[in-house]
């Protein structure tokens, strides 16, 4: 390809490349955490000259036990697509109240829905049994109700109204 090509070709892709998000392929260690999620991206891609529609949720580390060095760490919680529909109708189940959605609008509502839940999630390591790599998942496993927690630093009950002391002697 000439200089000339090269050149060409650079200039016309510059808006995918504007366009593209960076994917963080960082995943906590094995545990319990709980996660905000943060954005769900959706797209398509092709596979096999087919066309794949995909979902991804990226998520806040929020709280956990000894994360204190992950405290506020954002990766991919979920990447969902319609090559594997099992895996996503398990993950959506959870954040749908344990309803499993009837159809892959309903599924694309509550994927799309989900930024900012909070949600308990196993990470967990495999051994693929196909290929023998190691894959580290993220597994939803609660939906934390967060709307009566007092914000931090708050009082939990209201104040009770001071009545000023009273000079008993007169």
């Not at 090509?5 to 995918?16: R, Y």
């Not at 900012?116 to 990470?123: F, P, S």
Request: aromatic share 8%.
């Amino acid at each position: 390809m000439s200089d000339l090509n090269f050149s060409q070709l650079l200039a016309e892709q510059n808006q995918a490349y504007q366009d593209a998000k960076e994917f963080n392929d960082w995943m906590p260690d094995d545990g319990e955490y709980v996660i905000a999620i943060t954005a769900c991206d959706t797209g398509v891609s092709m596979k096999d000259e087919i066309p794949m529609l995909w979902w991804k949720h990226t998520a806040e580390i929020v709280a956990g036990e000894d994360v204190e060095s992950v405290l506020g760490k954002v990766f991919t919680s979920g990447f969902f697509t319609s090559k594997g529909f099992g895996q996503a109708k398990s993950q959506t189940k959870v954040l749908n109240g344990g309803d499993t959605p009837e159809t892959v609008e309903a599924l694309n509502e509550v994927l799309s829905a989900s930024v900012g839940i909070v949600v308990k999630v196993e990470i967990k390591t495999t051994v693929s049994k196909k290929n023998g790599r190691e894959y580290t998942n993220c597994y939803y496993r609660e939906v934390l109700d967060t709307q009566d927690a007092p914000e931090e630093g708050a009082n939990a009950e209201p104040p009770q109204e001071q009545t000023p002391p009273q000079d008993i002697d007169g």
